[in-house]
């Protein structure tokens, strides 16, 4: 009987942990943030008054994925933010656990790489889990309806994060394209590729 109690016991812990981990779904209404830029200033999703909607991406400096990324994630911000959807870069990863993901580390990759979009610290790692981002980079799509931010696409940026000359499905650039257009996304997700959020042990 006690082993019976136990059983039930570990699985409803599991069943409400997977639940507090899944973060948002599409159609979902998602919270502002106000998180620390590179430029040492507070930055969050109402700053952008005149924004259609936002792709916000979880991502870092050391992640191989990520920075296979980088040069692609510049280029469709300086398409998209001008259509509506700029990009929000947010690094998710504790530096203690990954000290070449620390701010200082981070001011030092945006201003190497040029980047022209927001790339904010999650310290203390509490947006990324109210998200449900798990790999850098994680893409969110949102999308503004009247007073609402709902998200529209999650996912990963394409099909190839290796090669981007091999690159045959956009899904990013597809899904933002859609929403501009006034239809939806085709496909809504895609699975995240990338490198694990790194905590604090």
Known sequence: MKKSILSLTLLLAGLFAAQAQTGYKIGDK????????VDGKMVSMSDFRQAKGF??????????????????????????????????AI???DPEAVPADSYDKMKERATEK??????????G???????????????????K????????????????WQEPESVTQTYLADAIDALISGK??????????????????
Do not use: M
Request: net charge positive; proline share 7%.
């Open 125 to 143: 790692q509490k947006v990324y889990p109210v998200w449900g981002a798990t790999r850098t980079p994680h893409v969110f799509v949102v999308q």
């Open 184 to 201: 939806t996304p085709n496909p809504e997700t895609t699975k995240a590729v990338g490198c694990t959020i790194k905590v604090k042990k």
């Open 30 to 37: 998602v919270a502002d943030f106000k998180l620390k830029n």
């Open 55 to 88: 792709v916000v991406i979880f991502t870092c400096n050391h992640c191989p994925y990520a920075v296979a990324y980088e040069d692609r994630i510049i280029a469709l911000d300086k398409k998209y933010k001008t259509l509506g959807y700029p990009v929000i």
């Open 91 to 93: 690094n998710p990863n």
């Open 145 to 160: 309806q009247s007073k609402d931010l709902v998200v529209k696409y999650i996912g990963t940026l394409d099909n190839n």
């Open 114 to 123: 040029g980047f022209t979009f927001p790339y904010l610290f999650d310290d």
